[in-house]
T-cell receptor
């Protein structure tokens, strides 16, 4: 299957700091999705991107669809303790979704 | 709008026993997916349905796993007999299935422990 490389694997940051994570692939995707997963819950969709170069925000979250269509980025500004969780990227093409292995975010109050 | 419904939330069984999970997708979503998620990893596709037909079951261990979506709406996933390595979270997800501007929505998952 197509591989999505998500980095970093984990992050420890101070409350109030900004966070960046990214997802790269050797394949082109038509759609990039970003999810947050809390312990014991299913992933929750945060942002969906459909066009190369697209920049979309959802509150303090901003995600970008890379120009090459092979990567995507998620930024969280002014992090708060409830941002703690695992963030997954997903790419979609040819009727299939492919997932990264997640970025675990820890926020120190 | 109701989300993807899954039950049960938790299940503990002994190896060699059988177990079944149920999923009701978002109304109007043609595509339904079952994923297995091992701790620390991203979801791994087990089976994908488009309406009541199977699109992809290449990763489904067919000697022990089975799934059906008889009327193109809700679905069940069964494991028989279970092995220790089946301990994982089983996620159901659904999407419109139009192929463009897709969004994938997940249920809360079933956490399975095989002892």
């Amino acid at each position: 299957g197509q591989q999505l490389n998500q980095s970093p694997q984990s992050m420890f940051i101070q409350e109030g700091e900004d966070v960046s994570m990214n997802c790269t692939s050797s394949s082109i995707f038509n759609t990039w999705l970003w999810y947050k997963q809390d312990p014991g819950e299913g992933p929750v969709l945060l942002i969906a991107l459909y066009k190369a170069g697209e920049l979309t925000s959802n509150g303090r979250l901003t995600a970008q669809f890379g120009i090459t269509r092979k990567d995507s980025f998620l930024n969280i500004s002014a992090s708060i303790p409830s941002d703690v969780g695992i963030y997954f990227c997903a790419g979609f093409n040819f009727n299939k979704f492919y997932f990264g292995s997640g970025t675990k975010l820890n926020v120190k109050p | 709008e109701a989300g993807v419904a899954q039950s049960p939330r938790y299940k503990i069984i002994e190896k060699r026993q059988s177990v079944a999970f149920w999923c009701n997708p978002i109304s109007g979503h043609a595509t339904l997916y079952w994923y297995q998620q091992i701790l620390g990893q991203g979801p791994k596709l087990l089976i994908q349905f488009q309406n009541n037909g199977v699109v992809d079951d290449s990763q489904l261990p067919k000697d022990r796993f089975s799934a059906e979506r008889l009327k193109g709406v809700d679905s069940t996933l069964k494991i028989q007999p279970a092995k220790l390595e089946d301990s994982a979270v089983y996620l159901c997800a659904s999407s419109l299935g139009t192929g463009t501007n897709e969004k994938l929505f997940f249920g809360s998952g079933t956490q399975l422990s095989v002892l």
